[in-house]
């Protein structure tokens, strides 16, 4: 079962210097999935989201055009697992000859949705394992001392998960991590 939520905010994790994206449910936010992402994907989507119209396409620019040129429209974008602290996600692209799914970063998937308007959703198994339960006002911001939290009761998570906590993984580089980035700045693998 998947839970349909909205991006709540781009943040910056003062600890790690890492982008964070939190998502939330969309009628009232009882918990949040904080997920870091990279740099030039948190750049990305913060354009998206403020409709910004570059001179040239960007990289999820040109993601939608081909999409879009091929007769495709972006249905969805599903995150559907927590696996060795990696988030995974899904595009769900609906074409003339029927429903594709693509697998995708979870960051490259909601870069592709801010763009479009297209729904995002949650694996409830995900949310289980991973959020973070919050008692946060409707309609207001969130501060930044309960950012601190969240990514406070988010890290200690991570610390104490073991590997029997995630299914194991068989392909390749992570689409997002569930952690902050490790020292040499490559916080995303492809």
Not at 96 to 117: F, I, K, N
């Amino acid at each position: 079962m998947t839970v349909p939520v909205e991006l709540l905010g781009l943040f910056l994790d003062h600890t790690s210097g890492s982008s964070i994206a939190l998502l939330g449910e969309q009628n009232e936010v009882t918990q949040v999935l904080p997920i870091f992402i990279g740099p030039a994907e948190a750049q990305s989507i913060a354009i998206g989201l403020q409709g910004i119209d570059l001179p040239r396409p960007g990289t999820h620019d040109l993601m939608i055009d081909v999409i879009e040129l091929m007769g495709g429209r972006l249905e969805r974008v599903v995150i559907t697992a927590l696996e060795q602290g990696t988030f995974l996600a899904e595009l769900v692209i609906d074409t003339p000859t029927g429903a594709l799914t693509v697998s995708s970063r979870p960051s490259d998937g909601l870069a592709l949705a801010v763009r479009r308007g297209a729904p995002v959703h949650v694996e409830q198994t995900v949310l289980d394992d991973a959020a973070v339960a919050v008692h946060h006002e409707l309609d207001q911001p969130f501060d930044e001392e309960e950012i601190e939290d969240i990514m406070t009761e988010f890290s200690a998570f991570l610390e104490g998960a073991t590997p029997e906590d995630f299914s194991l993984r068989d392909d390749a580089g992570p689409p997002d991590e569930a952690g902050p980035p490790e020292e040499t700045g490559d916080n995303e693998a492809g």
